[in-house]
């Protein structure tokens, strides 16, 4: 078979390769112990310029109130607006409280004291949560105990890192499965050693076969280092099984790998292989909701997130980890990694040409 | 007719308007060392390339090994062997993984990779490089090397495209003795090159000029025919003229 010695060649080079062995180790390593920390949309210690016009007791309790929460912090207390709002301007705060004379008397009276809650927006994420968080606090001071009434299911902390982890392995993947075999053909391009292969009577099928397994291989590794770290570093056991996850795993990295490999039969140089693998990435990252939610997305967007197939894989990790779902919780998104799985790597086999 | 390893009617290579390869017809017969000479940009390795199933011509009929190359490009490769201009084995495997690598593909079996293997070996002397990378060799030992795998399958023809570019002469000597050695064994040799000193040791040479064949006989004949002592002089009197020409 022809098949052995070719991979028995992949697998020599594959090791005998200054970085890639070393790759496979420190990538998902160095992401998933940094990547957590930063993609993290929890705003805490928001700066608070607060305009006290009541200076009563009930005011000055609410503004300690405010203070002592992990949210905000107290930047200074202002005799008016203007001066409050020329902390914004300078960036030294990021919300003005403005609490209106009579803001005690209401309280005790009516029950309803009103205050102006201002934020700077330029950051929307952390104006919108600042806008909420200092409300809800207003309302839970109002009626005297912090009661809320949501409830958070599956992530009872709201702890982004939950969110962010599963999705975050499958971003090892699309780099390591996707952009190394696209480097991979476009090296043995322009050595050479491709068209000395072109030139013997190897099938396209089997020499693309050869090129996948090794990072298939690559891909579970680096996933396996992947959940080691989560368990490890952040205490994240999936709610399900591992098995729904190497499944859904394994098909992704074919799928990935045989982008690549659509990618550097396409392109004739490195650079030009490493462009549309940027391209292709970035519409990944942006398009599967691996930051954002595909369902704030327009209508137009969410339709085209159908044809980005990490964002299966991300719903699946996702909801493995969180929810504890199974295989046939998530038979849509086995399905379509399927089959993109399938079209792309007839695609692969079929763009490798022997003869121009 | 079966004598004939390639036969070549009327091939023509076309990108866009311009014909590298210009309806050019000629054969090789079994067992020759076939020279095939022109300057850079004549169409030698455009031509070469259509024979060895690399690229398909534009228009015309070609037969290599007894086989089509419009229909059986694929069955071709398994009786050719090929050696590129560019040094072609992997760098990054050792001198015995290579062997075995190209052994495997062309489908020797296990006992038959280890014989020729050995055999390949001890004839180019490099029994003590078995384990050695090949980028730590000396070009004239890849090359040296990069013929012998190409030959390893014992192919009808080798497809040779400059193979001595950027050898020392001695090494360049050591490689025509291994191209008549495997000549010996009836394997057709196919080459191009620019030395002229090279051009002597072939059978039949031919000259490309701008996509066209214009000269095709033995070298002697084609001194004569030319009135010159040497090959050089033939390939630089048959070049003037082209240049006249345009």
Redesign the interface.
């Known amino acids: 078979m022809?098949i052995?010695?070719?991979l028995?060649?992949e697998f020599?080079?594959f090791f005998?390769?200054p970085i890639l062995p070393k790759i496979v180790f420190a990538y998902p390593l160095l992401v998933l112990l940094i990547f957590p920390w930063v993609t993290n949309f929890n705003v805490e210690d928001m700066k608070v310029s607060v305009v006290d016009k009541d200076m009563s007791e009930v005011s000055r309790r609410f503004i300690r109130k405010v203070d002592n929460s992990k949210y905000f912090q107290l930047y200074n207390v202002r005799n008016n607006y203007g001066e409050a709002l020329k902390d914004i301007e300078k960036g030294n705060a990021d919300v003005i409280l403005e609490l209106p004379r009579g803001f005690g008397n209401d309280l005790e009276t009516s029950g309803n004291p009103e205050a102006l809650v201002a934020v700077n927006s330029v950051n929307e994420i952390k104006g919108s949560l600042g806008t909420g968080y200092l409300s809800a606090m207003l309302n839970g001071f109002v009626s005297g105990n912090a009661k809320g009434y949501g409830m958070n299911m599956y992530n009872p902390c709201k702890d982004y890192k939950l969110y962010m982890i599963p999705a975050i392995m499958v971003m090892i993947l699309i780099i390591l499965c996707g952009f190394i075999p696209a480097l991979n053909i476009v090296n043995e391009k322009e050595?050479?050693?491709m068209?000395?292969?072109?030139?013997?009577?190897?099938s396209r099928f089997s020499f693309i076969l050869a090129k996948l397994i090794p990072f298939w291989i690559m891909g579970l590794v680096s996933l396996t280092i992947g959940i080691l770290i989560s368990v490890l570093v952040y205490g994240m056991v999936p709610q399900g099984s591992f098995l729904t996850i190497y499944l859904g795993a394994m098909l992704f990295v074919f799928l990935v790998s045989g982008i690549g490999l659509v990618i550097s039969n396409k392109a004739s140089t490195m650079p030009q292989a490493l462009f549309m693998m940027f391209f292709v990435v970035m519409i990944f990252v942006l398009m599967s909701g691996l930051f954002t939610p595909v369902s704030s997305m327009p209508l137009w967007a969410r339709c085209f997130s159908y044809l980005v197939p990490p964002r299966y894989l991300i719903d699946i990790m996702r909801s493995v980890y969180i929810r504890g779902s199974g295989i046939a919780d998530n038979s849509f998104n086995f399905s379509m990694l399927f089959l993109f799985t399938v079209l792309i790597n007839i695609w692969a086999v079929l763009s490798y040409r022997?003869?121009? | 007719m079966e004598q004939r390893v390639i036969e070549a009617e009327h091939i023509v290579k076309k990108f866009g308007n311009f014909a590298a390869v210009d309806d050019i017809s000629f054969y090789v017969e079994k067992g020759e060392i076939f020279g095939f000479l022109g300057a850079n940009g004549a169409g030698k390795t455009t031509a070469m390339r259509m024979f060895?199933?690399?690229?398909?011509p534009s228009s015309g009929k070609g037969m290599v090994a007894g086989l089509d190359i419009w229909s059986a490009?694929?069955?071709i490769?398994?009786r050719?062997g090929?050696m590129?201009q560019?040094?072609?084995?992997?760098?990054?495997?050792t001198v015995g993984?290579n062997i075995?690598?190209?052994?495997?593909?062309?489908?020797l079996d296990e006992e038959r990779m280890k014989k020729s293997g050995d055999m390949l070996l001890k004839k180019l002397d490099m029994y003590g490089e078995k384990d050695v990378l090949v980028k730590s060799l000396p070009l004239g030992w890849k090359q040296k090397l990069a013929f012998s795998v190409s030959v390893i399958h014992d192919p009808e023809i080798v497809f040779l495209d400059e193979p001595t570019g950027g050898v020392d002469p001695v090494a360049r000597r050591q490689f025509w003795e291994l191209i008549y050695e495997a000549a010996g064994r009836g394997i057709t040799v196919f080459v191009t090159t620019h030395y002229m000193d090279e051009a002597e040791y072939c059978d039949r040479v031919s000259i490309m000029v701008a996509g066209k064949i214009v000269a095709l006989d033995t070298p002697a004949n084609l001194k004569k025919s030319y009135g010159v002592n040497a090959m050089n002089d033939v390939f630089t009197i048959i070049a003037r003229n082209a240049g006249r020409n345009e």
């Open positions: 022809v052995k010695y070719l028995e060649k020599k080079q005998r390769s050595t050479g050693t068209e000395q292969i072109n030139v013997t009577p190897v022997k003869r121009t | 060895c199933g690399l690229s398909r490009s694929e069955k490769k398994s050719i090929y590129s560019k040094f072609s084995l992997y760098s990054d495997l993984e075995r690598l190209f052994g495997g593909i062309y489908g």
